[in-house]
Nanobody
């Protein structure tokens, strides 16, 4: 059974930075495109960034120039470096594979507030 565990969230002031980590167990991730998603209260879950098996990254407009996604296939980890955080980035953040998502993890809460 695949399990996803996200960590690294917290409370940060506007303009601050956080690095989120996603640990995948129960499978290798080498061949999968992995993504970070977020869901704010009352809103649908949305894709933030993705990284292919070869390391090619794609960012949604909300993340361009501020976020960086990366992966470590050997450790089965996916990361999201977030800089210049804004209050509108407040959400719970999740990782998953892009196609045929596994069961979602608990996510990690990011709150951007002064």
């Amino acid at each position: 059974q695949v399990q996803l565990v996200e960590s690294g969230g917290g409370l940060v002031q506007p303009g601050g930075s956080l690095r989120l980590s996603c640990t995948v167990s129960g499978t290798t991730i080498n061949v999968y495109t992995m993504g970070w998603y977020r869901q704010a209260p009352g809103k649908k879950r949305e894709l933030v960034a993705q990284v292919s098996s070869s390391g090619t990254t794609v960012y949604q407009d909300i993340a361009k120039g501020r976020f960086a996604i990366s992966r470590d296939n050997a450790q089965r980890m996916v990361y999201l470096e977030m800089n210049n955080l804004k209050p509108e980035d407040t959400a719970k953040y999740y990782c998953n594979r892009l196609v045929a998502s596994w069961d979602w993890g608990q996510g990690t809460q990011v709150t951007v507030s002064s």
